[in-house]
């Protein structure tokens, strides 16, 4: 079986398409509000900056026209009312610059196109945070102040409602990219399960022609495909049904004037056995043109030892049963019992009877494993694939040993239909050890 690997994405076709629509969504509004945001920033300096300088304007001018006095009241009311404070300015002033923000460079540039190309900017003074503006008041160094404003002018938060906007419009705009990846999904969905049943030897029902027009050809083309399939099935079993009935009968009738007519018992048993050979080649074909996949098909709990148990003593003294373990499994007895008959066969045509064939169950790293035993010739190790193949056979089928080679191709369709596998060792002191290996779990 292939080994699966892992990945970040969903399996499912309708997830994989909303995660790259919802992701492409995702980016555009991202990509949007960087666009947005450095768009804004311009425009937004500039009218900070205006504000700014009219505060610092209209400040200076109300101290300079107000008498001495009265300043500190001014600056007291202006502090209550506007939020603003003034700070004159000493050379050992502690001060921080402005963040190296898009925003604060525009800001700067501003302010001292409008206030002056001395004009100072700071977000911290003396350890106390704000954005603070230099600005003169009176001519000389006694004349430098600070004017103080609240650091939020210089922040922009988005209010929440806005956020709980965007985040509504955006969960509507995924919610509808689902819906429609949904409906275009849906029919292939539909064309999977139909596939599946086809593939279990089920004729599913005829799937509606609905969708993009890519979807309506690809089911019409599915419809057409079940059909015909339906069509050669039916003509498979008739044909069936013929070879069964029209190559048997004359069989049969062959075997009994055979045994009327021959009259020498050499020449009566050569013919029987013929006969008897053709008969199995028959039945290999009808066993091989047979439908092998068990999909669909419920397993029964099935006592392993004592089917090999049953199967053994069909043939007496020719095929030993060993001793072994004891497994009771899910399995479909009756094509697995016609593989393990098949391997015997095998065996006891090709080894001869010099010794029985034996059969044993045992446990081997987690799997039940059914091995037919013998001390024929054996396969070589180059031969062993090549054998599993229809209508392939080996040396020792030269000697003498009928067959159409069908057996082996047959067990391993029935392993696989088991999710096991056929395996063809060589066996300890001669002979081959065909195995059918089960997954328990």
Same mark, same amino acid.
Request: hydrophobic content about 45%; charged content about 25%.
């Given at each position: 079986? =292939?080994?699966k690997?892992?990945?970040?994405?969903p399996?499912?076709?309708?997830?994989?398409?909303?995660?790259?629509?919802?992701?492409?969504?995702?980016?555009?509004?991202?990509?949007?509000?960087a666009?947005?945001?450095?768009?804004e920033?311009?425009?937004?300096?500039?009218?900070?900056?205006?504000?700014?300088?009219?505060?610092?304007n209209?400040?200076?001018?109300?101290?300079?026209?107000?008498?001495?006095?009265n300043?500190?009241?001014?600056?007291?009311?202006?502090?209550?009312?506007? @939020?603003?404070?003034?700070?004159?300015a000493?050379?050992?002033?502690?001060?921080?610059?402005?963040? =190296?923000t898009a925003?604060s460079?525009?800001?700067?540039?501003?302010?001292?196109?409008?206030?002056?190309?001395?004009?100072?900017?700071?977000?911290?003074?003396?350890?106390? =945070?704000?954005?603070?503006?230099?600005?003169?008041?009176?001519?000389?160094?006694e004349?430098d102040?600070?004017?103080?404003l609240?650091? !939020?002018?210089?922040?922009? +938060?988005?209010?929440?409602?806005?956020? @709980?906007?965007?985040?509504?419009?955006?969960?509507?705009?995924?919610a509808?990219?689902?819906?429609?990846?949904?409906? %275009?999904?849906?029919?292939?969905?539909?064309?999977?399960?139909?596939?599946?049943?086809?593939?279990?030897?089920e004729?599913?029902?005829?799937?509606?022609?609905r969708?993009?027009?890519?979807?309506?050809a690809?089911?019409h083309a599915?419809?057409?495909?079940?059909?015909?399939?339906? $069509?050669?099935?039916?003509?498979? $079993?008739?044909?069936?049904?013929? %070879?069964?009935?029209?190559?048997?009968?004359?069989?049969?009738?062959?075997?009994? !004037?055979?045994?009327?007519?021959?009259?020498?018992a050499?020449?009566?048993?050569?013919?029987?056995?013929?006969?008897?050979?053709?008969?199995?080649?028959?039945? $290999?074909?009808?066993?091989?043109?047979?439908?092998?996949s068990?999909?669909?098909?419920?397993?029964e709990?099935?006592?392993?030892?004592?089917?090999?148990?049953? %199967?053994?003593?069909?043939y007496?003294?020719?095929?030993?049963?060993?001793?072994?373990?004891?497994?009771r499994?899910?399995?479909?007895?009756? =094509?697995?019992?016609?593989?393990?008959?098949?391997?015997?066969?095998?065996?006891?045509r090709?080894?001869?009877h010099?010794?029985?064939?034996?059969?044993?169950?045992? +446990?081997?790293? *987690?799997?039940?494993?059914?091995?037919?035993?013998?001390?024929?010739p054996?396969?070589?190790?180059? !031969?062993?694939? +090549?054998?599993? $193949?229809?209508?392939m056979? *080996?040396?020792?089928a030269?000697? @003498?040993?009928? @067959?159409?080679?069908?057996?082996?191709s047959?067990?391993?369709?029935?392993?696989?239909?088991?999710? *096991?596998?056929?395996?063809?060792?060589?066996?300890?002191?001669? *002979?081959?050890?065909?195995?059918?290996v089960?997954?328990v779990?």
């Amino acid at each position: 079986m =292939p080994r699966k690997r892992f990945s970040l994405l969903p399996s499912s076709l309708l997830w994989r398409a909303f995660l790259l629509i919802a992701t492409l969504m995702l980016v555009a509004v991202a990509a949007w509000l960087a666009m947005f945001r450095e768009a804004e920033v311009e425009p937004r300096a500039r009218m900070l900056a205006q504000t700014i300088a009219s505060v610092s304007n209209l400040t200076r001018s109300a101290l300079l026209a107000s008498r001495p006095e009265n300043r500190i009241d001014l600056l007291a009311e202006l502090s209550d009312t506007e @939020g603003v404070h003034v700070y004159p300015a000493y050379p050992e002033d502690r001060v921080a610059p402005l963040p =190296p923000t898009a925003l604060s460079r525009h800001l700067e540039n501003e302010l001292r196109e409008r206030l002056g190309p001395d004009t100072r900017l700071a977000f911290m003074l003396n350890d106390e =945070p704000g954005l603070f503006v230099s600005f003169k008041i009176f001519s000389g160094h006694e004349g430098d102040f600070w004017l103080a404003l609240p650091r !939020e002018r210089l922040e922009r +938060r988005l209010p929440l409602y806005w956020l @709980g906007w965007g985040a509504a419009v955006l969960l509507l705009a995924l919610a509808g990219a689902w819906l429609i990846v949904f409906r %275009i999904t849906r029919p292939l969905k539909a064309l999977e399960s139909a596939a599946r049943q086809l593939g279990a030897g089920e004729t599913p029902p005829t799937l509606p022609a609905r969708g993009p027009e890519e979807l309506v050809a690809v089911t019409h083309a599915f419809n057409q495909m079940s059909t015909n399939l339906k $069509q050669l099935e039916a003509d498979r $079993q008739l044909l069936l049904a013929g %070879i069964s009935h029209d190559l048997r009968t004359p069989l049969t009738r062959l075997r009994m !004037e055979t045994e009327l007519s021959v009259s020498e018992a050499e020449a009566r048993a050569g013919m029987e056995a013929d006969i008897a050979e053709m008969d199995r080649t028959i039945g $290999q074909f009808l066993d091989f043109a047979r439908p092998q996949s068990l999909e669909g098909k419920t397993p029964e709990p099935t006592d392993l030892a004592v089917m090999l148990d049953e %199967i053994a003593g069909r043939y007496g003294d020719k095929v030993c049963r060993l001793a072994g373990a004891d497994f009771r499994l899910p399995v479909h007895p009756e =094509p697995l019992r016609r593989a393990v008959v098949n391997l015997i066969e095998n065996a006891l045509r090709h080894a001869g009877h010099a010794s029985p064939v034996e059969v044993e169950l045992i +446990r081997e790293d *987690g799997n039940a494993v059914i091995a037919v035993l013998d001390r024929g010739p054996g396969i070589a190790p180059h !031969e062993v694939e +090549r054998l599993k $193949q229809p209508f392939m056979r *080996g040396e020792a089928a030269r000697t @003498g040993a009928g @067959g159409a080679g069908l057996g082996l191709s047959i067990v391993e369709r029935i392993a696989s239909a088991h999710r *096991g596998r056929l395996e063809l060792l060589p066996r300890t002191g001669g *002979g081959l050890a065909a195995r059918i290996v089960l997954p328990v779990s």
